[in-house]
């Protein structure tokens, strides 16, 4: 199940993009999305984010199972940067469709 990341607190699995401080995009999967972000802003997460904080979430889809948010996460890092913009971006177009209706 692909989808938004409705009640990022709960259990599932996430493939996320996070748009660090310096511009960059970092991509990963995670089964806890408000713990894993707050170890990227903590600096315990990785070697990556520790030196690009803040970061913040720029993009996140929900998974039935691991091996599909791990297969996503793969999936996401072939593409090029602006190809993360566009899926970015279209997932912000459908939050602000959401909330004018």
Not at 61 to 89: F, L, V
Request: glycine residues 8%; neutral net charge; charged residues 35%.
């Amino acid at each position: 199940m692909n989808g938004k990341c409705s009640g990022e607190s709960m259990g599932g699995n996430f493939t996320y993009i996070l748009r660090c401080a310096d511009g960059t995009f970092y991509t990963g999967w995670t089964n806890d999305l408000e713990r894993r972000l707050k170890s990227h802003n903590d600096g315990t997460a990785s070697k990556y984010t520790r030196v690009r904080r803040p970061v913040e979430l720029a993009y996140c889809e929900e998974h039935d199972t691991k091996q599909e948010a791990m297969k996503r996460e793969w999936a996401i890092k072939q593409m090029t940067r602006a190809q993360k913009e566009q899926i970015i971006e279209k997932k912000e177009e459908i939050e602000i469709g959401e909330q004018t209706e």
